[in-house]
Structures are given as structure tokens and as C-alpha cells.
């Protein structure tokens, strides 16, 4: 398949949007088409002076913010590969992350600069503060002096000023070429770098031309609300939409649902693209409160009313969410069946897609129009999908993706790249089953990955790892309840017996365990409680514990 230079299309839409609005971090400043390009072409300015080579790792850490998506813009335009990293991730996590990419410069938020310690990050040249890019720690003299003379040297280079045919960016030499490293998880020997070429990303980005394309136009407004290091948000709340001409706002605070009703009035999306968490906690609080009374109950079972009042109730869903979008999608995790099912009895313009940080990420979609409730669409353009079962259809197989958005591999992991990537098939390790019009339904994750209310990826078995070394823990298994994360412990009760302890005791020293391991996980990974349980679990006969007996169904 020939595949269009992914670096072109970038420049296209900046000289074809140029006079455009394109980054606008929420209540703050904006940029337009032709200052990202100013932006670029001087980071592409100190990449050159500072010794940055094509194919040097250039690793970015902080929340969403116009000043980050221009980082990672002038990464991939110079030829050298972007590693994305979550800012939530704990310190000693992204300086592993840092460290395993072999990353030579590291772009860091206002939160994150204070956070990392640079020493253990010993092979960077450099560290670049997002908000001005200026240098937190230069290790070079090069970088130094690049970037005290920067503006001299811009000026220098466009005498007159900087014009649209100025801006001419780096073309990959094919589509197999690396352009990104996205690490699934933060904690050493947990932590896969997923090696993303080039074809991936425009293989995301020729799906959603294709489904969006007709009804997403430049100019239109769009809100990045799922942090750009993780794909789902960098593919269809950043990459698309500036490909596209369209203007993103950026909720640069952690993302409140009152932050996030305000920002939806304001901006009216033209489309929305969100974890279940979020829709489920706006509905929650802004919309069952309104019909939960005795008069909308009564009215709701009046068959003949009923249509009307369903239409009203979508009228003011639809206006929590700004009331202009084609139509929320929804990825990431599965969706609270009553949730979804009450969205679909409204007539609400919703669909659920499927994806992985190895595909970069959808796998598959529906268009609301055709979306079957409770499936995640079918496969997407550009990409195959079997299940690995003799009856797809009734018994549940194990999700198999080939296609243009597939992975190269794990980063120096050989290992894992054999196990999940076979015979060109990537292995999801997720269960599922699909209709004979080719819908697909997830039953269960074997990966067991857990999502966090902003879409961050936990997986409980690291959580699991910390806590089986802490006092008197024999085992543990972690679950999620409503959006709390819970540790089940099975203690160890003879060394307990022996301490003379009681429950009440036991119980003590899980609160003090539950405190110690809250300091060592990020925010969102964090126990609310640790519970006793008397009996070990339950194992398979590879001794792993059977941990569906113990999720909340």
C-alpha cells in the first residue's frame, strides 16, 4: 500500500490553515496556524545547533498545553522520534522511561520540572521547560549556546520574516520508518516501549478522515480533554483535528467535571472523543437528578409521552456536552450498562470504539448511525480483525488485529514482541466474540487492565507487586469499585498468630501499608481501602489467581 509522508500532511495544513486558529490552551493564550510554525522551525533551530541528529529520542513529560503539541510537532518534522510520557507517572518512572528510551532531550512541564531528579537521568543532554522552552539543565555547550542565541539565529536565517514557503519539514523515508515510542506503563519490568512507525499514524489518521472527514471541518472547535501521551487522545483530539484545520482547546488543570461542563458551553465541540468515566459522571450529576423525580417517572411510563420526553431529556444531555457535536465517541474502557443503555433508549448520538496503544490506537468503530449497543463498532478502515475461537460468534476467543496501525514491536524487547506479534498478527490478550455483521464484543480483558477517571492505563498487578512485599501480606488482589481502586489482602495469619495480633491489629497494619504504598503509585493507581480476606484465592493451575471471581460484577 503506498503511504502518504505523515510529515507533508503536517506542513500542508500549517501552510493551508495559516492564517487559522489552531492550539488555544483553555482560558489562555492561542496560537495560529503560522505561530506553531514559528514555534517549530526555532525548536528545529536548537535541535540543529544542539547536535540533535534524526533518530535521536526526544522524550516530552507535562499536561496538555498548546506549547506541548508544538514540541511534539517539531520532533516528528525534524526526523527524530517522540517518546510521549504520562506526567501523572511518578518520578523514578520517568526517569526509567527516560533512561530505557535512550532519550537525549527531555521536555517537561511546570509540574513535572519540579518533580524529576536529573541525576538519574544521566545520559540527557538536556532538559527544556514546555511553558517558554527555556533550558532547566543544559549539559552541552552546544545546547547552551543554542539556545541563548536562538532568536539571533531565527533572525538571522529570515532576515525579512518568517513566510509560508519557509516551512519545509522533514520526509520520512517510508511509512515502516519509526516516528514514536509510547510506553504502556511507567514501572520497570512492567513497561513496554511500543515502537509506532510512521504508517500507524497515518493509518488513524486515514480512518477518522474517512468517518469524520465529512462532518469535521477546519475552523470547527474541539476539546482535548485525555492526555496526548497516551494515544487514544493524540490521535483523535490532537493529530486529526490539526491535520484537519480545526482549533483545539486544551483543559490544561486536571479535568473536573465542572472544569469540563464549562469548557463544553464554551467551546461547543464539533466532536467529542472521551472515556466512559467522564460521560458517566456528567450524566450522573447534571442529568439523572433532573429525571429521578415522581413527575418525570410518571411521565416516562406514558407510552405516548414517553417519545417526547425522551427527546426533551436527549435535548438537555446533548446541551451538557455544548450541544453542537456530530457525536461523542467513547473508548477505553467498557461503558456502565446503565449509562449506556439509558443513552440509547434517548436516542443520544453516541458510539464506542476499541483500540490499543498498539495499533495507535483503534482497532475498531461504528458510526453512531450504525452502532450496535454493547459491541465496540466493527473493524476499522485499514485493519483486520479475527477472533480466535471455533464458534467467533458464541464462544469467546482471544481478539486478533492485523493491519497498517499494527506496531513494529517493543522497544529492545524482543521478548514480548514475539509473544504478542505473530505471523503479522498482533495478539491482543483481549477476549471477545463477533456477530456475522462483523460487530465486535469485548467479554473480558486478560491483560486486566484497569482505567483511571482521566483514561490512564493501571495495570493491578504492579499495584499487587508493591503490596505482596508489604507486612503480614501473603496475597492481593486489586479491583476497581465505581471509580475507587480496593486492595483484597489475604494476610498472613500464622505470622500474625504468632505476634499475638487480633483483627483489630491486622486491620491497623493495612492502613499503615495502605499509606506507605499510596506514596509509592501515582494518584490515580492509589488504594481507598485494603479488606481482609479470610480464605487464599482461588488459583488456576499456573498459580495465577482467578481474578474475575473477585472483580465487582
Known amino acids: 500500500m503506498d503511504i502518504p509522508s505523515f510529515n507533508e500532511l503536517i506542513e500542508k495544513s500549517i501552510i493551508k490553515n495559516w492564517e487559522s486558529d489552531a492550539l488555544t490552551d483553555y482560558k489562555g493564550a492561542t496560537l495560529q496556524y503560522h505561530d506553531v510554525a514559528r514555534k517549530i522551525e526555532k525548536l528545529h533551530i536548537m535541535f540543529e545547533n544542539s547536535g540533535v541528529v534524526k533518530g535521536d529520542k526526544i522524550a516530552l513529560c507535562g499536561r496538555n498545553s498548546a506549547c506541548w503539541a508544538v514540541a511534539f510537532l517539531a520532533t516528528l518534522t525534524y526526523g527524530a522520534v517522540a517518546v510521549p510520557i504520562l506526567h501523572e507517572f511518578k518520578a523514578d518512572q520517568i526517569h526509567h522511561i527516560v533512561n530505557h528510551s535512550e532519550a537525549k532531550l527531555l521536555f517537561v512541564g511546570d509540574v513535572v520540572a519540579t518533580e524529576i531528579d536529573p541525576q538519574q537521568m544521566p545520559d540527557l543532554e538536556g532538559i527544556i521547560y514546555i511553558p517558554d522552552y527555556s533550558l532547566v539543565i543544559s549539559r552541552t555547550d552546544k545546547l547552551t549556546y543554542a539556545r541563548e542565541h536562538l532568536n539571533e539565529m531565527f ?41 509506532l512507525p510512521y504508517r500507524a499514524l497515518w493509518g488513524n489518521y486515514d480512518f477518522a478522515a474517512h468517518v469524520l472527514g465529512p462532518q469535521l471541518h477546519g475552523g470547527e472547535n474541539v476539546i482535548s480533554i485525555l492526555p496526548m501521551a497516551h494515544m487514544y487522545g493524540m490521535a483523535f483530539e490532537f493529530i486529526y483535528e490539526f491535520l484537519t484545520g480545526c482549533h483545539i482547546y486544551y483543559l490544561t488543570r486536571i479535568p473536573s467535571p465542572a472544569i469540563v461542563a464549562q469548557a463544553f458551553a464554551d467551546v461547543k465541540p464539533a466532536v467529542i472523543i472521551s472515556v466512559p468515566l467522564i460521560i458517566e459522571k456528567i450524566i450522573k450529576k447534571k442529568v439523572f437528578p433532573k429525571i429521578q423525580n415522581n413527575k418525570m417517572r410518571l411521565l416516562l411510563n406514558m407510552p405516548v409521552i414517553n417519545k417526547k420526553v425522551n ?142 477517571a482521566s483514561g490512564q492505563n493501571i495495570y493491578p498487578e504492579e499495584i499487587e507487586d508493591k503490596l505482596n512485599s508489604m507486612t503480614l501480606v501473603n496475597e492481593s488482589v486489586v479491583i476497581q469499585r465505581g471509580e475507587k481502586l480496593v486492595g483484597l489482602v489475604h494476610p498472613d495469619y500464622d505470622e500474625a498468630k504468632s505476634l499475638g495480633f487480633n483483627d483489630e491489629d491486622l486491620q491497623n497494619v493495612m492502613k499503615e501499608n495502605m499509606l506507605q504504598l499510596n506514596e509509592m503509585v501515582p494518584n490515580y493507581c492509589r488504594l481507598s481501602a485494603i479488606e481482609l480476606h479470610e480464605e487464599e484465592f482461588e488459583k488456576t493451575p499456573k498459580r495465577s489467581i482467578k481474578r474475575y471471581l473477585y472483580q465487582e460484577k
Open 155 to 195: 533572525g538571522k536565517k529570515y532576515p525579512k520574516y518568517f513566510r509560508k514557503e519557509h516551512v519545509s519539514y522533514y520526509r520520512e523515508e517510508n511509512g515502516e520508518e519509526l516516528a514514536l515510542i509510547n510506553y504502556t506503563s511507567g514501572t520497570t519490568g512492567f513497561s513496554k516501549g511500543v515502537m
Open 311 to 452: 427527546e426533551k431529556i436527549c435535548e438537555q444531555v446533548s446541551n451538557a456536552f455544548g450541544g453542537n457535536f456530530y457525536e461523542v465517541i467513547i473508548g477505553g474502557a467498557a461503558f456502565n450498562q446503565e449509562v449506556e443503555s439509558f443513552l440509547h433508549k434517548i436516542g443520544f448520538k453516541y458510539t464506542v470504539g476499541y483500540g490499543a496503544t498498539e495499533c495507535a490506537p483503534i482497532i475498531a468503530y461504528a458510526d453512531y448511525k450504525d452502532f450496535v449497543p454493547g459491541s465496540c463498532g466493527k473493524a476499522a478502515l485499514h485493519m483486520h480483525v479475527e477472533i480466535d475461537s471455533p464458534d467467533p460468534e458464541n464462544i469467546p476467543g482471544e481478539i486478533l488485529v492485523k493491519g497498517v496501525n499494527v506496531m513494529l514491536g517493543y522497544f529492545k524487547n524482543p521478548e514480548a514482541t514475539a509473544e504478542t506479534l505473530r505471523d503479522g498478527w498482533y495478539h491482543t490478550g483481549d477476549l471477545g466474540t463477533m456477530d456475522k455483521d462483523g460487530n465486535i464484543f469485548i467479554k473480558g480483558r486478560s491483560k486486566n487492565m484497569l482505567l483511571g
